[in-house]
Nanobody
Framework: QLQVVESGGGLVQPGGSLRLSCAAS????????IGWFRQAPGKEREGISC????????KYADSVKGRFTISRDIDKNTIYLQMNSLKPDDTAVYYC????????????????????WGQGTQVTVSS
């Protein structure tokens, strides 16, 4: 059964860092691109980053570019989102999701491509 589970959220002060993890099971990362999304209260869920199934392609939303870094560990079947220089506007529930696609360096942060979603992990940036 295809499943992704997020972890690593919490409360952090502005300017701080967190690393989120997305543990994948029931599939191999070589077959699926993985995306990170977030949803703040009263707002639409937005795509913020993705990594291709080759691991060589990444993409970031302008709102997080230069602050967040996506990576993966094939051996652990886990994807990470390193978040630095966090701001109060980064407060949201963060989700990872899987997108099956032909092997390539491409990925998308458009929600519609993703089929398997985790339950989310809360990130709160506040002093």
């Amino acid at each position: 059964q295809l499943q992704v589970v997020e972890s690593g959220g919490g409360l952090v002060q502005p300017g701080g860092s967190l690393r989120l993890s997305c543990a994948a099971s029931g599939f191999t990362l070589n077959d699926y691109a993985i995306g990170w999304f977030r949803q703040a209260p009263g707002k639409e869920r937005e795509g913020i980053s993705c990594i291709s199934n080759s691991g060589r392609g990444t993409k970031y939303a302008d709102s997080v570019k230069g602050r967040f870094t996506i990576s993966r560990d094939i051996d652990k079947n886990t994807i990470y989102l390193q978040m630095n220089s966090l701001k109060p506007d980064d407060t949201a529930v963060y989700y990872c999701a899987a997108d099956r696609r032909p092997y390539s360096n491409l990925c998308t942060i458009a929600r519609g491509s993703y089929t398997a979603w985790g339950q989310g992990t809360q990130v709160t940036v506040s002093s």
